[in-house]
């Protein structure tokens, strides 16, 4: 069982950057794979970007290419979203989630949640 906790949102101008969070606690995710995944109001869950187990590959939404980079620390069984030039059209919660070796784009796929974290950008 692995938990997970989410942290770094708040509200940002148009054009700024935000690094979000995603610790395990509980369990650990060094051999997962680690998903972010954000849900607007009204919205179906989407996948924003991935990194895998060890680190050596990422895969990322059209959307947010060039913009959001994801990283991990397993030492400090961390995963980091930094996003950058922000848009209105970023603005929802941001979830990570765990537990699958590889990629996948589907949220149901994904076995661990974290409880999410509020990102809103201002126009």
């Known amino acids: 069982q692995v938990q997970l906790v989410e942290s770094g949102g708040g509200l940002v101008q148009a054009g700024g950057s935000l690094r979000l969070s995603c610790a395990a606690a509980?369990?650990?995710?060094?051999?997962?794979?680690v998903g972010w995944f954000r849900q607007a109001p009204g919205k179906e869950r989407e996948f924003v970007t991935a990194i895998s187990w060890n680190g050596d590959y990422s895969y990322s939404a059209d959307s947010v290419k060039g913009r959001f980079t994801v990283s991990r620390n397993d030492a400090k069984n961390t995963v980091f979203l930094r996003m950058n030039s922000l848009k209105p059209e970023d603005t929802a919660v941001y979830f990570c989630?765990?537990?699958?070796?590889?990629?996948?784009?589907?949220?149901?796929?994904?076995?661990?949640w974290g409880q999410g974290t509020q990102v809103t950008v201002s126009s």
């Open positions: 509980g369990g650990t995710f060094s051999s997962y794979a």
């Open positions: 989630a765990t537990g699958r070796s590889d990629i996948y784009t589907e949220s149901s796929r994904w076995v661990y």
